[in-house]
């Protein structure tokens, strides 16, 4: 009896020995965490894990939507070489092609504005640079395009075009008005610089018929004329510094032909998407004094059924990339949202979305028939 109780003792010291072993192996004892809380801890990390994973699936999946969106090629008419549109549009369709991953955007040359409409009319290119009274003759169907509505719609407001009438100083042509008798190129045929030329002579009372000899040549042509003794004034309607008066300035005097306040009057009266300008002394080597013309905005338009998201994303690029629209050519320092509300046609709508996104107050005037809000 007393061995069995013996025994007893001796099977519970060792159990409770073993006990003991068990629990400092599993970390137990007096204080020790509650055992669930690893297990809790490893379920929240795995729960932000996987919030991180989704979060990042999600951005992967946008990124991959935006590149699989398909690719978009983009013709832009821009002019001839000799002036700004060409360079400007050059600039543009390197900012596109860069900035947009699925663009590819280039620069060509042509007739310019009321040529680039006709393309864009023909769906030949997809975006035109174009001047105000083109556009707005366009979109009017008057003028040259009188009973032949145009469905263009305006996304960017460029710079102001000036009215620069050059003769060679010797000739002692120095105003609007000695153009009677003179041998006159009045710009390249179906281009924005004859059309307005032809609409501001109609303006004064005037026509072609009362010029002397008109031929039809473009800006390096012109220049060319001039040293070939074919024209006594070339018309190079245009931004401030074109390469083609600069390369005649350097070689030749030159004079840029003014027009008197009243004619200035009589234009913007007649023709409201003009304005008065000034060409400054010292814009070219040789004009040593302010001269007076008549000057009016130029524009890149598309069609009215471009897409709406597309043209949102030209229009931003175009006006939050201002620099490199500046080493295209310094006009570009006028391609600001300051200067949107001088359009003469409706806005594209994916205009529209960037330019209230970027808080304009726009005129009323800006919004086409197919704004929805």
Same mark, same amino acid.
């Not at 390197?94 to 900035?99: A, G, T």
């Not at 366009?138 to 509505?149: D, L």
């Not at 010797?170 to 153009?179: K, R, V």
């Given at each position: 009896?007393?061995? =069995? ?7 519970? &010291?060792?159990?409770? =020995? ?18 669930? #809380? ?8 795995? !729960?932000? @894990? ?5 979060? #990042?699936?999600? !951005? ?9 969106? +398909? ?31 699925? %663009?590819?955007? =280039?620069?060509? *040359?042509?007739?310019?504005? $009321? ?14 640079? $174009? ?6 003759? *366009? ?9 032949? +509505?145009? !469905? ?27 153009? &009677?008798? &003179?041998? $006159?190129? $009045? ?6 610089? @004859? ?5 501001? #002579?109609?303006?004064?009372? /005037? ?5 002397? /000899? ?10 060319? *004329? ?28 030159? =004079? ?15 023709? +409201? ?11 070219? +080597?040789? %004009? ?86």
């Amino acid at each position: 009896m007393a061995m =069995t109780t013996q025994r007893s003792l001796w099977v519970v &010291a060792v159990l409770a =020995t073993l006990a003991l072993v068990l629990v400092a192996c599993d970390g137990g004892g007096a204080g020790a965490d509650d055992p669930g #809380a690893e297990e809790v801890g490893t379920e929240e990390a795995a !729960e932000e @894990e996987a919030g991180t994973e989704e979060a #990042a699936e999600e !951005e992967a999946g946008a990124e991959e939507a935006a590149d699989e969106r +398909p690719d978009v090629a983009l013709s832009i008419a821009t002019g001839g070489t000799g002036g700004a549109y060409f360079p400007f549009g050059g600039a543009l369709a390197s900012l596109l092609s860069r900035e947009l991953s699925h %663009v590819n955007a =280039t620069a060509e *040359a042509t007739g310019a504005s $009321v040529e680039n409409v006709r393309l864009l009319e023909q769906g030949n290119i997809e975006l035109a640079l $174009v001047q105000a009274d083109a556009a707005f003759e *366009a979109y009017n169907g008057v003028g040259s395009f009188e009973g032949e +509505p145009v !469905e263009l719609r305006s996304i960017v407001a460029m710079y102001p075009n000036y009215m620069q009438l050059v003769a060679l100083a010797e000739s002692g042509i120095a105003t609007y008005d000695d153009l &009677a008798g &003179a041998r $006159v190129s $009045v710009g390249d045929a179906g281009s924005g610089v @004859e059309l307005t030329l032809r609409a501001i #002579a109609d303006a004064l009372g /005037d026509s072609f018929d009362d010029f002397g /000899d008109v031929v039809q040549f473009g800006y390096n042509d012109q220049t060319s *004329a001039f040293r070939n003794n074919q024209i006594d004034v070339g018309n190079y309607q245009g931004a401030l510094g074109l390469a083609a008066i600069t390369d005649l300035s350097s070689t030749t005097d030159i =004079t840029i032909l003014s027009f008197s306040d009243e004619q200035i009057d009589t234009i913007v009266e007649a023709l +409201p998407y003009h304005g008065p300008g000034v060409i400054a002394a010292g814009t070219y +080597p040789g %004009v040593e004094e302010d001269v007076a013309v008549p000057a009016l905005w130029n524009f890149i338009v598309v069609s009215a059924d471009m897409d709406r998201e597309l043209v949102y994303e030209i229009t931003k690029t175009a006006y939050e990339n201002q620099e490199a629209l500046i080493a295209g050519h310094p006009e570009g320092e006028n391609t600001t949202l300051e200067n949107v509300e001088q359009g003469v046609v409706p806005y594209h709508p994916g205009a529209i979305d960037y330019f209230e996104e970027a808080g304009l107050d726009l005129p009323e005037r800006s919004y086409p028939d197919e704004w929805d809000g």
